[in-house]
């Protein structure tokens, strides 16, 4: 059987949070596919994801799956069991990238800047007293703050903190969405997001996308709504700036083994340094989407560059 007659499974939707941007990923990743005439197959997570995988022949699986069904690394050590190759990064790779509590400290390993920080389980916050702890992370990190749930994405579970009095409320937050929460120093600065790919002959860094949220906060609803957040592609900042934030994206991604292709996002502080915010697996393809974003400003299709990881996945 040719590359271009192996059928590709895309996987969309799961039972995460993020179910509806995984879907509509889905269907833009589905269309680019088929524009280049290739088989493509829709399916979601389920009972019968594993029996219909081994039923096709010599199937190849791309997941958009976002959130921890996606992005935790489980289904692709099922991939991996049962023998059908995959695009993105390993299991490990996946693991590490999608904990925050985890991922940071390796990125710090490697030289790149992060936040300070303090991590805290749900059940340390609730018997040890929220008060006494609040107390000294804010006398430890100072205000304003950022909070997080160190597995979720989408910004689904996040706050800005202003006041140590918001910040019992806003870890409670982040515990409805991860036993674990992560209690960032708040930068400010420019936001960007890097796209990495490697379609076989090494790593690409693209141009840095910039996030002009109106609102403010890139939250969901910042990330989702058409018109709500102006990107900028190349981001508007001086050319060793860019490069700078090209230079950290890969060494993000060098340090946390990823492959194929993701996203890293990093905020540009006051003095010109990228500062590590976050890794993703499985970035979003959708219509708001900086990967797709990134790709077409650099003059490549879509469609080309999936077609490409594809090809490559098949002959894992």
Known sequence: MTQTSRPIVVLAGGLSHEREVSLASGRRVTAAL??????????????????????????VVLSVLHGGTGEDGALREVFDLIGVPYVGST????????????????VARSGVEV?????LPHD???????????????NQLGLPLFVKPAKSGSALGTTRVETAAELPQAMVKAFNLSHVAVVEEFITGTEVTVTITDTGAGPKVY???EIRPDSGAYDYEARYTPGATQFI??????????ERCQDTALRVWQALDQRDYGRVDLIVNDQGVPVFL????S???TETSTVPLAIEAAGESLADVLVQLVDLAAQR
Do not use: W
Not at 92 to 103: E, G, N, Q
Not at 115 to 119: D, F, G, I, T
Not at 124 to 137: K, N, P, Q, T, W
């Open 34 to 59: 088929r524009e280049r005439g290739r088989q493509v197959i829709e399916a979601d997570v389920g009972a019968g994801l594993i029996g219909d995988l081994t039923a096709l022949n010599q199937p």
């Open 207 to 209: 141009a840095p996308v």
């Open 124 to 138: 340390m916050f609730r018997e040890l007293g929220a008060a006494a702890i609040v107390e000294h992370i804010v």
């Open 283 to 285: 970035p979003g393809m």
């Open 91 to 106: 299991a490990p790779s996946c693991r590490l990238t999608y904990d925050k509590a985890l991922a940071t400290p390796v």
């Open 278 to 281: 976050e890794g993703n697996v």
């Open 233 to 242: 592609c190349p981001a508007a900042l001086d050319s060793a700036v860019i």
């Open 115 to 119: 936040p300070r920080r303090v991590v």
